[in-house]
């Protein structure tokens, strides 16, 4: 038990009074401790790699060793509740790392394979007359970019509208009605969106019909709702404060919205629409049934079919030539290609998020 003392003027405790036996403070690990832990494990886990243990089961026998040795540690040093602080970062820190074991794995083998084709013939050739080694995906970066490109001109002024929609009109079941379809449409696997597409054409066009019109409305259907909810949430952050100082001032709703509400949440519109559009540009199986393939330059997308990179990639995957390898080279390309291209898209929407953030003055 804890001893306090009285003081004889006032015959109160003296707060100020040492605790007999309680120690007001623990030790502390060297700042290179965590490190030296570190270097261990990972030399022990090395060491039972090299010995014959497979990897994974090496380096998890690695990262709990580097956790309960270093917990231990802390906890006869600094005491437990220190040691409990250094245990729960370092579990975190071990789920941070993996969760980019996925990642670091799919951009290596996607590299490895990819750099072999990424030469001036494989961007400036189509696939026409091409057998075997050779060729190119001019054709299919360019289809690419035009059905994206029609996609994302549906979908961000329906979206967008919609979501102010939303925010600044709509009142009672209606607005429930329209968010509760938005959530639906939201989890729609791609494939139903690619049938819609082409059920909607064919009833005009009559079946088999291809046309790079239907990729785009067929993307859309799936871009529509990630635009919704991502201008939903950034113009629900708009501070009320800046819409009433603009209707004490005499500005009509719909100017309210135009000039001060839309411009605000700009920059992170800009990111939503960025994310939507990295959602579709790599879809695959209604780009399957609504554009088709084909090995040669056709841009007009209400004629004929249409290349993209994502059905390039799966039919020089799934049809290989003979001999195999030049068409998978071209698959692995066609895959490093699509992914430079969503980090490019990130990137855009980082520098718009930069150039139209709202300005404060420090």
Do not use: C
């Amino acid at each position: 038990m804890p001893t306090s003392t009285r003081t004889p003027e006032t015959g109160g405790t003296d707060l100020h009074a040492p605790l007999a036996g309680v120690p007001l403070t623990h030790g502390q690990l060297p700042k290179y401790a965590p490190w030296v832990v570190l270097a261990l494990a990972t030399a022990a886990g090395v060491g039972l790699w090299l010995a014959g243990w497979h990897v994974v089961a090496a380096a998890v026998v690695a990262a709990l060793g580097h956790t309960v040795v270093l917990y231990s540690w802390s906890r006869s040093v600094e005491g437990a509740r220190k040691a409990t602080d250094r245990l729960v970062t370092a579990v975190v820190t071990g789920a941070f790392l993996l969760a980019l074991v996925p990642l670091i794995s799919v951009v290596v083998t996607v590299l490895t394979n990819g750099l072999a084709r990424f030469d001036a013939e494989f961007f400036t050739w189509s696939m026409r007359g091409v057998l075997g080694e050779g060729g190119g995906v001019h054709h299919a970066i360019l289809g690419t970019l035009i059905i994206t490109g029609l996609a994302t001109a549906i979908s961000v002024p329906v979206g967008m509208l919609t979501a102010v929609y939303l925010v600044e009109y709509a009142r009672g079941k209606l607005a429930k009605a329209i968010t509760f379809f938005v959530d639906v449409m939201t989890g729609i696997p791609s494939i139903v969106a690619g049938l819609f597409a082409y059920a909607l054409f064919a009833l005009i066009f009559g079946p088999g019909v291809r046309m790079g019109i239907m990729g785009a409305v067929a993307l859309s259907v799936l871009m529509i709702p990630v635009v919704v909810r991502s201008t939903e949430e950034m113009l629900k952050l708009v501070p009320n404060d800046l819409r009433e100082a603009s209707y004490a001032l005499g500005v009509p709703k719909w100017r309210t919205i135009l000039k001060v509400v839309l411009p605000t949440a700009l920059a992170g519109i800009a990111t939503g629409v960025t994310l939507a559009i990295a959602r579709v540009i790599g879809e695959t199986a209604p780009l399957l049934i609504t554009v088709g393939i084909t090995s040669g330059d056709n841009f007009d997308p209400f004629d004929g079919r249409m290349a993209t990179l994502s059905v390039f990639a799966y039919y020089e995957y799934v049809s290989p030539g003979t001999p195999p390898g030049p068409s998978l080279d071209r698959a692995w390309a066609a895959a490093l290609l699509l992914i430079i291209i969503v980090m490019a898209l990130n990137l855009v929407a980082r520098l718009i998020s930069r150039l139209f953030a709202p300005k404060t003055r420090g």
